[in-house]
Structures are given as structure tokens and as C-alpha cells.
């Protein structure tokens, strides 16, 4: 009958060594999937907020000579009131 030859110790070596470089790889490579998920995650928000932005300024372009846009404008970013309006002061 036919024997087989043992398996050298230098072998083993090599395999575990092999074994080990795969999972090593293997988990860095999962690392890089992790952190780009995360950068796309980011970069899409980003862009999301861009696109809100741009809508924004779209709309800010188109009324910017309609009369109720300007008041409101006004109203919201200057402080400023109609004379017809009452104004109130709460104090603390």
C-alpha cells in the first residue's frame, strides 16, 4: 500500500502564514468599505443641502420683484415694519 508523505513543517508554516495575510486583508479591505459608506453617507448630505440651497436662491431670484417677497424679506431679515403694524417689546 502507498504511504503518504508527511506534511513538512515548513508547509504548515506557509499555510498559517497565508491563512493569516487573508484575514488581515480581509479585514482592512472591509475598513475601507466601512469608511467610504460613511464618506458617501456625508457627501450625499451634503449635497442634499446644497441642492435646498440652490432651490433657495432660485425662488429668492425669481420673486425678487414681487412686492409681498420684499415685505416678508423685510419683515425677517431687517426688522423692519409697516406702519400699520403694532409692535410689541416683552421685557424679562
Given at each position: 500500500?502507498?504511504?503518504?508523505?508527511?506534511?513538512?513543517?515548513?508547509?504548515?508554516?506557509?499555510?498559517?502564514?497565508?491563512?493569516v495575510?487573508?484575514?488581515?486583508?480581509?479585514?482592512?479591505?472591509?475598513?475601507?468599505?466601512?469608511?467610504?459608506?460613511?464618506?458617501?453617507?456625508?457627501?450625499?448630505?451634503?449635497?442634499?443641502?446644497?441642492?435646498?440651497?440652490?432651490?433657495?436662491?432660485?425662488?429668492?431670484?425669481?420673486?425678487?420683484?414681487?412686492?409681498?417677497?420684499?415685505?416678508?424679506?423685510?419683515?425677517?431679515?431687517?426688522?423692519?415694519?409697516?406702519?400699520?403694524?403694532?409692535?410689541?417689546?416683552?421685557?424679562?
Amino acid at each position: 500500500m502507498f504511504r503518504s508523505k508527511p506534511v513538512g513543517l515548513l508547509l504548515k508554516i506557509l499555510c498559517l502564514i497565508l491563512v493569516v495575510y487573508m484575514a488581515l486583508t480581509f479585514l482592512h479591505v472591509r475598513r475601507q468599505i466601512s469608511d467610504t459608506k460613511n464618506t458617501i453617507e456625508t457627501l450625499t448630505q451634503q449635497v442634499n443641502d446644497q441642492t435646498q440651497t440652490n432651490t433657495e436662491l432660485s425662488n429668492a431670484i425669481e420673486n425678487r420683484d414681487d412686492p409681498s417677497y420684499i415685505e416678508d424679506i423685510a419683515r425677517e431679515k431687517l426688522g423692519l415694519v409697516t406702519s400699520n403694524d403694532r409692535v410689541f417689546y416683552i421685557t424679562d
